[in-house]
């Protein structure tokens, strides 16, 4: 069971903006750590998408954007395409681990 | 530009051990951190562990705390991540993944390795 919650699936038609949501808690997100978003393309390694609650990496599309308040962080895509169609997983450190925390991974389907 | 290269698929039996490498290139070896993180069939990324390129500082995770060792050669760019006791449920994919801050184990994690196979089977 991971210990940031997200939702298994989120759909949307072509051009629709769909959220996902990252759901942690006072040892982690509430704690202030940076939050970071990963897409993963079936059989292949995950690609930083977000970093640090909010910031793109070069050439990561200007429809991804992240956000963060209080124990949860979202990850949402304006115009959605065929090719976003992934999983997503939103990433933290976690003091009660001492560790770095995955979480449950969210499949974008595109309709 | 950077680039992470893990070694090939493998296949052991239950009690075993399975050693993965991933050699780094593209950046100073020496300043980055490198993690590994696992995937099971069909499941969600699972974080292992980081490692400092010297080999001098690492951190595991709690589950896997007593059977994995993370080394790091610096000759070679080469990091090896070492997990013993396999059993069934260790097969997966494991990544190396490097930490994008120098001299840090925090930030995100900017580049991947491709994935190595490790399956555990009787």
């Known amino acids: 069971q991971s210990v940031l919650t997200q939702p298994p699936s989120v759909s949307g038609a072509p051009g629709q903006r769909v959220t996902i949501s990252c759901t942690g808690s006072?040892?982690?997100?509430?704690?202030?750590?940076?939050v970071h978003w990963y897409q993963q393309y079936p059989g292949v390694a995950p690609k930083l998408l977000i970093y640090?609650?909010?910031n793109r990496p070069s050439g990561v599309p200007d429809r991804f954007s992240g956000s963060k308040s209080g124990t949860s962080a979202s990850l949402a895509i304006t115009g959605l395409q065929a090719d976003d169609e992934a999983d997503y997983y939103c990433?933290?450190?976690?003091?009660?681990?001492?560790?770095?925390?995955f979480g449950s991974g969210t499949t974008v389907i595109v309709l | 530009q950077v680039q992470l290269v893990q070694s090939g698929a493998e296949v052991k039996k239950p009690g075993a051990s399975a050693k993965v490498s991933c050699k780094a290139s593209?950046?100073?070896?020496?300043?980055?951190?490198i993690h590994w993180v696992r995937q099971a069939p069909g499941q969600g990324l699972e974080w292992i562990g980081i490692?400092?390129?010297?080999?001098?500082?690492?951190r595991y995770a709690q589950k896997f705390q007593g059977r994995v060792t993370m080394t790091s050669d610096t000759s070679t760019s080469i990091v090896y991540m070492e997990l013993s006791s396999l059993n069934f449920d260790d097969t997966a994919v494991y990544f190396c993944?490097?930490?994008?801050?120098?001299?840090?184990?925090?930030?995100?994690?900017?580049?991947w390795g491709q994935g190595t196979l490790v399956t555990v089977s009787s």
């Open positions: 593209g950046y100073t070896f020496s300043n980055f951190y």
């Open positions: 990433q933290t450190y976690d003091s009660s681990l001492s560790g770095y925390v």
């Open positions: 006072s040892s982690n997100i509430g704690a202030a750590y940076d």
């Open positions: 993944a490097r930490a994008s801050v120098p001299g840090s184990l925090l930030g995100p994690f900017d580049s």
């Open positions: 490692v400092d390129p010297t080999g001098n500082n690492r």
């Open positions: 640090a609650d909010t």
